[in-house]
């Protein structure tokens, strides 16, 4: 399958999708779906409609097993698994109620996919972590919107830098000086790739996300990662 480079392109493409792929799209939207033990009201409906979309039988009733190495397997595509993840979210938050077992089934997914990258990360000072974290909320509320995904890596991100997972909009004034606490030319490269992967995990990078990334590599004087 081609890279997706955006939803109308994603939907487009759902019904071209192998038999391995819609198999396995379709066992992780169900096991999505009965996460919490049952479908509720919304559910059957969005099931249904995920069906037609791949011209398959709307097989409801038998319930799936999450099998993240199946589905990784059909879907190697980096931009394709975000469309597929912002899918899933969508099933699992459909009838407004989040289940804890959907959000462990999807983090399991997400750490798969987007496993923290920088590993030295954990020898950063504490006020460098902040700073650090700040840095990812700014990015996640760069667009006014956090997406399922973001919240994944977040989530992920605050395990690794051993601090509660607070996601609310607490950005900073300014990126640029919220980093000021790195100094070393080594630190900073490491910030910046995490922070560029990060903000290209769901999807080609908006403007707002490049323009801060962009005026924080010019203020360390450093080319942007590739």
């Not at 071209?16 to 409906?45: C, H, I, M």
């Not at 109620?97 to 496993?115: G, I, K, T, V």
């Not at 000072?125 to 700040?134: G, I, M």
Request: glycine share 4%; with cysteine.
């Amino acid at each position: 399958m081609s890279d997706v480079q955006s939803p109308k392109d994603w939907q487009g493409q759902i019904a071209g999708l192998s038999d391995a792929q819609k198999g396995a799209f379709w066992r992780a939207l169900k096991a999505v779906a009965y996460a919490d033990g049952e479908l509720n009201e919304k559910e059957p409906t969005r099931l249904k409609e995920w069906a037609k979309k791949m011209g398959i039988d709307a097989d409801i009733a038998k319930r799936a097993k999450p099998d993240i190495a199946e589905l990784t397997k059909a879907f190697p595509d980096a931009t394709a698994r975000a469309r597929l993840f912002r899918d899933l979210c969508d099933m699992a938050t459909c009838d407004g109620d989040y289940h804890d077992a959907e959000d462990e089934l999807l983090d399991d997914l997400a750490q798969e996919w987007w496993p923290p990258t920088g590993p030295r990360v954990e020898r950063f000072t504490e006020p460098q972590k902040l700073a650090f974290w700040q840095g990812l909320i700014h990015l996640a509320w760069a667009d006014r919107d956090v997406s399922g995904l973001e919240r994944h890596l977040l989530a992920n991100w605050a395990r690794r830098l051993k601090r509660k997972p607070d996601m609310e909009d607490t950005r900073p004034p300014s990126l640029a000086e919220t980093m000021g606490v790195f100094e070393s030319p080594d630190e900073r490269a490491v910030v910046l790739k995490a922070l560029h992967a990060f903000a290209l995990a769901d999807g080609p990078m908006k403007d707002v996300e490049r323009s801060l990334l962009t005026s924080l590599a010019k203020r360390w004087e450093m080319p942007l990662p590739t």
